[in-house]
């Protein structure tokens, strides 16, 4: 087992990763004196381990439709129901939607009580459930309304892993795939436990830089630029990771355009990619101006253009690229089929207790 510290001014948290690693979560209660567990899961009973006090099990649903104001005031309903206090907790069982909803169900009741998270899928053990970030949707866009609720602790247990379909863990790869970039060593090749351990040991230290996203966290979002506008472009056909692996290959040629990287670093992004099984040609319906206009409208861009980009110092926040020359990177992109984008990466063999795939927020 691993155990990943967060330190932040006026709050501290491990992440524990590793296989059997939710059978802490009653150790983990103890040491936070709850009396009583409000725990919701969007997995199977058998997956929620004991938490060692009274508990509520609230039923759960991974995925966007979920993911609204509406579930966090039923959430809190049902905490008043119980009898929940600030003094107890509240535990998070699923995908990054479900920790992401729960997260903020326990930033919101009683103006906050401890969370737990136990993220199921590879996307949410090295992103989601890491760095405080929670949030819902409203109608007009995702991840409207959030607030930043550290938890008490994350439990990231492979084991969970273990029937996830070949395209949900590839989701995830896409976001430690980027983590090459970004800071970590080549993860290439190691043990899964040991790429996510990387993954979370690199974020938690972002995070500890500078938690309510305003420098440096900006580069966690590597990738994301054109990837954001892809998943949007495509009708999140392609899956998030998919979409952030092409957006990492696109990051790479643009670096390269602009000259703050040299050639070989720019083949790097696509071997690393390439190496995950991930996508690398931009789809070929995609439209290059709906994709130009989706990324101006991005959350780091303030005015025109702006990427994480690698390059001499390592990867930072770049603002106001010029439109032509994102353009012209953009043209030169390979292209291929969506169908054959996803169809590479796809033999989705799902487990039943496989839910709706993973999206991300940022
Ligand atoms: N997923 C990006 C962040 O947590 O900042």
Redesign the pocket.
Known sequence: MASVPLRLTDHAYDVLIGPGVRASLPDVVRRLGARRAVVVSARPRAWVPDTGVETLLLAARDGERDKTLATVEALCAEFVRFGLTRSDVVVSCGGGTTTDVVGLAAALYHRGVRVVHLPTSLLAQV??S??G?TAVNLPAGKNLVGAYWQPSAVLCDTDYLTTLPRRELLNGFGEIARCHFIGAADLRGLPLVDQITASVTL?ARI?EADER?TGV?HI??YGHTLGHALEKETGYALRHGEAVAVGTVFAGRLAGALGRIGPARVAEHQDVVESYGLPVALPAEADPGALLRLMRHDKKAVTGLAFALDGPKGAELVSDVRQDVVAHVLDEMPRAPLAALIGDTAPDTAAPETVAPET???
């Open positions: 992103d989601a890491i760095g970030k974020k995070v996203d966290r966690l979002n991300a927020r940022t």
